[in-house]
């Protein structure tokens, strides 16, 4: 199962800078949720196709 976010952020009482600092850690964790399913995918795909 898969979902997907969409996020916003209170752009109206912060501004840009604010969250400059978090975004090097959030892209790094996109990147690593991002590769933790892709292979955990790929793993299922492997498991179904010997099983059929």
Do not use: H
């Not at 969250?19 to 996109?30: D, T, V």
Request: with cysteine; glycine share 4%.
């Amino acid at each position: 199962m898969q979902f997907f976010a969409l996020l916003t952020r209170n752009t109206e009482n912060f501004a840009d800078a604010d969250f400059a600092p978090l975004l090097p850690g959030e892209a790094e964790q996109r990147r690593t949720l991002y590769a933790k399913a892709r292979s955990a995918r790929c793993g299922t795909e492997a498991t179904s196709r010997a099983a059929a």
